[in-house]
């Protein structure tokens, strides 16, 4: 049976990339990786659309949320998070540890923290340092418009707008320095197309003030040393050499697409499956949807663990489940990274096959052909 992953990280590794990291080993201190190295950072600056320097960091995703926090802040300090799904209450699970004053702005899972509510908490709360967003909350497939979020933070306070892209980066529209945010995140195995195991984060110049003056215990994740490294087109640590030949490759695809047609391209494919859905019946949690992954709800009467087992063992397609209150509720369907439309349309068919053997009534084929309409708008 031919295997195919439809999930929000890890995503589907393109052949050219696996071979490329299949290579023999290189050292990390000698000119072959130097010169490899420094590539990958001309082109993250280019993914990140920012002219500061992008680090690489061996560690999942969390690991740069985690190197944010205890980088940029003093102990005691107070900070702005939203809670509207699994990441975002990490934040504050992140800014709690380090011994931060967490403020927490509440939104319902599935909806979008607005700027007026990040405004309202700003006004309350005069000390704040920082606001944590999440771009793209992948618990729940909601986007948040950071765009404006910092436009408006940055008229009112001196807070640093820091955002976790980690589903964003490589899929929705994010440009750090003309939008000033202050620091993003990101991990490989989303956007990136490589397995897990790298994170990647840029800082503002006022990130980078925040940074000089911070407290907090750090040693692996230490910014400034990673910064003084990469000046060099090196790291303080052994990175994981393999992923960073994969993400060289990786990056290399991006560049030659273009990033605005790689926006593009997810903002195609995720209206594809959305209307598919709705043609289907069946409805998509979010209210703003972001364009790396769509959570689709399981209606009531169909066994959402008989659904994904289907799925899986008579189809060959993973998805991911919902998390949290959302397990046995919702599927997750991934068009972040390595996918095209004819992907989509094999996703889709599979969930109409699905379906029917659950029972679940429609009229077979409606569900492709929204697919398919919605390709050529
Ligand atoms: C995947 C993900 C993370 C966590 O990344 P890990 O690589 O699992 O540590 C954090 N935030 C968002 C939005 C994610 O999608």
């Known amino acids: 049976m031919k295997k195919r992953l439809f999930t929000p ?37 280019y993914l990140f659309q920012t002219s500061g320097d992008v680090l690489t960091l061996t560690s999942s995703g969390t690991g740069s949320m985690d190197a944010v926090v205890c980088n940029l802040h003093q102990p005691g300090e107070t900070a702005v998070f939203v809670n509207g799904g699994k990441f975002g209450e990490r934040w504050g699970e992140i800014l709690r540890a380090y011994g931060m004053h967490a403020v927490e702005v509440s939104v319902e899972w599935g909806s979008s923290v607005s700027a007026d509510q990040i405004a309202d908490a700003l006004k309350g709360n005069p000390a704040v340092k920082a606001v944590y967003l999440t771009q793209s909350e992948t618990s729940t497939g909601a986007a948040t418009d950071v765009k404006t ?19 964003a980066v490589g899929a929705m529209e994010l440009r750090m320095d003309e939008w000033g945010i202050d620091a993003v995140v990101t991990g490989s195995q989303k956007g990136l197309m490589i397995p897990p195991g790298l994170a990647f984060l840029a800082l503002s110049e006022r990130a980078w003030r925040m940074t000089e003056k911070s407290t907090l215990p750090k040693y692996y994740f230490d ?22 030949i994969g993400v060289d490759k990786a990056l290399e695809m991006i560049r030659s697409e273009g ?40 209606p009531d009467s169909l066994d959402a663990k008989a659904f ?17 209150h959302f397990k046995g509720k919702i599927i997750r369907i991934s068009h972040l990274g390595y996918y095209d439309e004819f992907d989509m349309t094999a996703i889709v068919s599979a969930l109409e096959l699905t379906l029917k053997d659950c029972g679940y009534k429609f009229e077979p084929g409606v569900g492709v052909r929204a697919a398919i309409s919605a390709f050529s708008v």
């Not at 933070?153 to 589903?167: L, M, Q, Y």
């Not at 910064?227 to 990175?239: G, L």
Request: net charge positive; proline share 6%.
């Open 9 to 45: 990280g890890p995503t589907p590794v393109p052949e050219s990339v696996m071979l490329k990291m299949a290579e023999p080993m290189i050292h990390h201190r000698h000119p072959e990786f130097t010169e490899l190295f420094t590539r990958v950072n001309n082109n993250l600056r």
């Open 308 to 324: 994904n087992r289907t799925l899986k063992n008579k189809y060959g397609i993973t998805v991911a489940g919902g998390q949290g």
């Open 149 to 167: 979020i910092a436009r408006e933070v940055h008229k009112n306070c001196e807070a640093a707008v820091v955002v976790d892209g980690i589903t």
């Open 223 to 244: 910014l400034i040393k990673a910064k003084k490294a990469v000046r060099d087109n090196d790291t303080p640590w052994t990175p994981a050499v393999s992923l960073v």
């Open 259 to 298: 990033i605005e047609n790689v926006w593009k391209r997810h903002d195609r494919l995720a209206r594809s499956i959305r209307s598919s859905a709705q043609a289907l019946g069946l409805s998509v949690l979010a209210k703003c949807p972001s364009n790396a992954l769509t959570a689709i709800t399981i």
